[in-house]
């Protein structure tokens, strides 16, 4: 089975740019989550659905950050503008039911400069 | 407010010894889940195991082994004849019963030196 597919991979930008980051959650899994993870703060959760629908967004930093998931099988995190400080590893994960285990993807390696 | 605590940040042993990670962890909930996670170098999260609070029962597979300890709210990693492919950063991981946010610890170090 596929796992949690994110692109791109590796990302360099410039200041003021827009990034989108996509993510393609396991098929079946109804929750998908976007974390972040920096060696100042480690990981963090920036939001999470649940059957497409937003749950918790109380971890996007400010309202540069937004994201969405337009269907079961599909989400961004879009951020705009870019600011260096948004550099980071940006990881999408899964998981079918609350307390299961969460299934990651390896990452989006975002440079801002 | 959940979290957890893992006081390691880095540990360096050489290939073959035993070596544990420790995690404490913090909940009001009396139904919780406990993860250990994997980064190697590479990047990716690897997941390891999966624990409820309701299961006590260490677990051993192969070299890795886990003890939880609902006392000292403790669920450590130990790791039996280290090999240089060990070397990654461990995460320990809690989610609380009906809240899908997993909370992190900062994560631990291991660099298993040959």
């Known amino acids: 089975d596929a796992g949690v597919i994110q692109s791109p991979r590796h990302e360099v930008t410039e200041m003021g740019q827009e990034v989108t980051l996509r993510c393609k959650p396991i098929s079946g899994h109804d929750y998908l989550f976007w974390y972040r993870q920096t060696m100042m703060r480690g990981l963090e959760l920036l939001i999470y659905?649940?059957?497409?629908?937003?749950?918790?967004d109380s971890g996007m930093p400010e309202d540069r950050f937004s994201a969405k998931m337009p269907n079961a099988s599909f989400s961004t995190l879009k951020i705009q503008p870019s600011e260096p400080r948004d550099s980071a590893v940006y990881f999408c994960a899964s998981t079918d039911s609350p307390g299961d285990t969460i299934y990651f993807g390896e990452g989006s390696w975002l440079t801002v400069v | 407010a959940q979290k957890v605590t893992q006081a390691q940040t880095e540990i360096s042993v050489v290939e073959k010894e035993d070596v544990t990670l420790d995690c404490v962890y913090e909940?009001?909930?009396?139904?919780?889940?406990l993860f250990w996670y994997k980064q190697p170098p590479s990047g990716e999260l690897v997941f390891l195991i999966r624990?409820?609070?309701?299961?006590?029962q260490n677990e051993i597979s192969g070299r890795y082994s886990w003890n939880f300890q609902k006392s000292t709210s403790s669920f450590n990693f130990t790791i039996t004849a280290s090999q240089v492919v060990d070397s990654a950063v461990y995460f320990c991981?809690?989610?609380?019963?009906?809240?899908?946010?997993?909370?992190f610890g900062i994560g631990t170090k291991l660099q298993v030196i040959p």
């Open positions: 624990r409820n609070s309701f299961d006590e």
């Open positions: 659905f649940n059957n497409n629908v937003p749950i918790d």
């Open positions: 991981a809690l989610s609380e019963f009906g809240y899908q946010k997993v909370t």
């Open positions: 909940t009001r909930d009396t139904t919780y889940y």
